[in-house]
Each structure stands twice: as structure tokens, then as C-alpha cells.
């Protein structure tokens, strides 16, 4: 059996924090122009995406002077009660009982909303009752007030949040600044930053990482030491062995602190603020930057990036994970050779002795 609809979890959110309220995100695109904003939401908001498609996908709606667009159109304004108004279009099953908030992404279509999305809201619509109703139109540059009386009249018992976004042909280009504005605005839950350790040269910081698919993805390769490269005076870089999801911009202002991908594997971290005109793809944000540059030092050095997942037992040496490496360090520390942390007393006997060398023994063992 041909499945109609697509119903998708938006894979670049795919991996973030769970939030307690769920977004689906249900549109329509003809000339992609929506399907564009969509893009640009998944990176916003953690949502499941449900596209509406007509039962027949080779109809030209623009043909002949937009004749059939303009006759579906007038089709629904003359009987809007009609189903046999609204174009058919292909089923689907949404469990609407998953979702607390409906992003409604559509084309305009003659002032109106496009017939295909007026269908799928006019069998669903009754299934949005209570729910958070927001709504996303595009057009070449008619207002978008009809659009929104439609979605008011197919979902009538919905919560609809005002302003709708107008993405049209004279404010397209800024449309990723618009849409992180305006899902901001929204007070729909959204992913949580999540927050890494990055250890260099006897200290730690903490950094926010980006809520976008490459933290995510960065955030799998946790904890991680990598030997990173002092480059300029201003950097340190490392090229991982993995590329990562990529969206570049130029930011024009580095930040010290910042934690860019440069090209889609290597990872850079800013210890200087200066102008750059190179592209990157931000990772994240180191919160704060004292003793960053002493940290980093003035050549080549070896820095951990760690999950904020607080301290884990054994874990001597800090990289987020117990192993030979932490045997080495405890055995150091006992020899009087390293200074003892707190993550030393292992076994919590106040004092840092045999004892713990065992114990870390142990856990390296998986006794
Ligand atoms: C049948 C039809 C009618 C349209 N009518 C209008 C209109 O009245 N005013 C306008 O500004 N744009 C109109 N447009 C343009 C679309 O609203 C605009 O290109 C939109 O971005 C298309 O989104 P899409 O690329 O996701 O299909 C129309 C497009 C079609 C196909």
C-alpha cells in the first residue's frame, strides 16, 4: 500500500534532548519555496515533520495563467463548508495526540491559503482543538491576512499565535534570521543547549554548545582529546577523522571562545576576538574566557572536550572516561610525582594511597 503522506522525524534534531512538549510542523510545498523555510525550522525547533501532498503531484497549478490554482481556489471560497471543495489529497495518519503545538508552513495561493493545505486542515482541523496553532505563510508579495483567517476557520478551536510569519519574495534572503526570531517568540519548548567541558593545560571551561546538527553530531564524539595546532596567534585546530554536518556563514567577528568548524572536519577554538573573513560553522561558546589563552598556550597542545555529564568515578585525569590513562596518573599521584585533585580519592578514604589504584584497577577491569 502506496504511503501517501511523509511523516518524518526531523533528522537534524534528531539526537537532542527530549523536550516535554511535541511540535509538528505540517506543509505544503509547490515551488519548494516552503519547503525551504521548513529547513529552517528543523534547526529551531526539535518538531516531527508531516509534508502534504495532492493525490495527484503532476497537476500544473500554474499553468495557463495559474488557471487551475485560481479555480481550486475559488472552488473552496464559493463552499467552504464542502469537502467536495478542497482538492484530494494524499491520507495519512498523524497521531495529533503526540503534539502540543502545529507549525502550519504553507504556500499563498490567490490571497488565500494553497488548496492542498486547506485540505489536509480541513479533514484535521477538529483534531487541533486545544492545541498551539502557528502559522507560516509564503507568497511573492501579497499579505498574508486571508491566510490567516483560513487557518482560523480549518482549526477553529485552535490556539493561534500571532504574529503568523510572512517569508515573501522581498525578505527571503533573511528568512534564517526571521525564522529563529520568530520560532523564539513562539514559547514552544525548544531543544535545550547543552553544555561541554573543554580541558587544556591544567584547566577547565565550560561551553554552550549551539543547538544545531553539528553540536549534535559533535556531541556524539564525546569525550574526545585530540592534539590541536596553534595557528595565527589567535587558534587552535584540530581535523577530525569524521567530517560533520555543515552550515556555514561568514560571522565577519570571531570571538575568543568561540568553537567553530572549519570546512566539515576541522574543529577550531578562538582564544582571540578579531575580524575574519573565512566561513565556519558554529559549534559552540566557551562561557568563559579567563585563562583561555594562558590555558591554550603558545604552541601545539592536547585539549579535551568532555560531556557535562559531572564527574565520573576513577575518571583521574578529567577526559570523561576511566582508563590506562587514569592507572598511570593515580599511580603518579600516589609516587608523589603529580598533585592529587579531588577526583584522586577514588575510594572517598580521604587520602590518596594503594587503595586507589586499586579501585581504579578494578573499574578499567569492569569489576
Ligand atoms: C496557484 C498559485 C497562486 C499564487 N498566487 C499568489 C498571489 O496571489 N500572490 C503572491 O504574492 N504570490 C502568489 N503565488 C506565489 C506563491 O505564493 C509563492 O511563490 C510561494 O513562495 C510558493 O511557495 P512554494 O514554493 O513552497 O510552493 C502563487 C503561486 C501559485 C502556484
Excluded at 556524539?220 to 595557528?231: A, F, G, K, R
Excluded at 570523561?320 to 610525582?337: C, E
Excluded at 603529580?338 to 580519592?345: C, L, Q, T, V, Y
Amino acid at each position: 500500500m502506496k504511503r501517501l503522506f511523509t511523516i518524518m522525524c526531523a533528522s537534524l534534531m534528531a539526537m537532542s534532548i527530549a523536550t516535554s512538549a511535541r511540535t509538528l510542523i505540517a506543509y505544503y510545498t509547490y515551488t519548494y519555496n516552503v519547503m525551504g523555510i521548513v529547513g529552517e525550522l528543523s534547526r529551531n525547533i526539535e518538531a516531527d515533520v508531516v509534508r502534504v501532498l495532492p493525490t495527484d503531484t503532476t497537476l500544473r497549478y500554474e499553468a495557463n495563467n495559474y488557471a487551475l490554482g485560481s479555480q481550486l481556489i475559488a472552488t473552496i471560497r464559493n463552499a467552504p463548508n464542502d469537502p467536495a471543495s478542497y482538492p484530494p489529497i494524499q491520507p495519512q495518519e498523524v497521531d495529533f495526540d503526540l503534539y502540543d503545538n502545529i507549525i502550519i508552513a504553507t504556500p499563498l495561493w490567490w490571497s488565500n491559503m494553497a488548496a492542498p493545505m486547506q485540505t489536509f486542515l480541513f479533514n484535521n482541523g477538529s483534531r487541533m482543538a486545544g492545541k498551539n496553532i502557528a502559522l507560516v505563510v509564503s507568497s511573492s508579495s501579497s499579505g498574508i491576512s486571508s491566510v490567516v483567517a483560513d487557518a482560523k476557520r480549518l482549526i477553529p478551536d485552535g490556539v493561534h499565535h500571532d504574529p503568523a510569519l510572512w517569508i515573501n519574495d522581498t525578505n527571503r534572503s533573511s528568512k534564517a534570521t526571521l525564522i529563529q526570531q520568530w520560532v523564539q517568540g513562539l514559547g514552544f519548548d525548544q531543544p535545550e543547549p547543552q553544555s561541554i567541558t573543554v580541558s587544556a593545560g591544567g584547566h577547565s571551561f565550560t561551553a554552550t554548545l549551539e543547538t544545531n546538527a553539528t553540536a549534535e553530531a559533535f556531541m556524539q564524539l564525546l569525550p574526545l582529546t585530540v592534539t590541536m595546532n596553534e595557528l595565527n596567534g589567535n587558534e587552535k585546530y584540530h581535523y577530525l577523522d569524521t567530517s560533520l554536518p555543515t552550515d556555514a556563514v561568514r560571522p565577519g567577528t570571531i570571538h575568543a571562545g568561540d568553537i567553530m568548524l572549519y570546512g566539515s572536519s576541522c574543529i577550531v577554538i578562538f582564544y582571540e576576538t578579531f575580524s575574519s573573513g573565512y566561513s565556519y560553522t558554529r559549534i559552540g561558546h566557551i562561557d568563559d574566557v579567563t585563562n583561555l589563552k594562558a590555558a591554550l598556550g603558545q604552541g601545539d597542545i592536547e585539549v579535551t572536550f568532555g560531556t557535562d555529564a559531572g564527574p565520573v568515578t576513577g575518571d583521574v585525569d578529567g577526559d570523561g572516561k576511566v582508563d590506562g590513562n587514569d592507572i598511570n596518573r593515580i599511580i603518579n599521584i600516589v609516587l608523589g610525582k603529580e598533585p592529587a585533585g579531588d577526583s584522586a580519592d577514588v575510594d572517598g578514604s580521604v587520602g590518596v594511597d594503594g587503595s586507589d589504584i586499586n579501585t581504579i584497577i578494578n573499574l578499567v577491569l569492569g569489576k
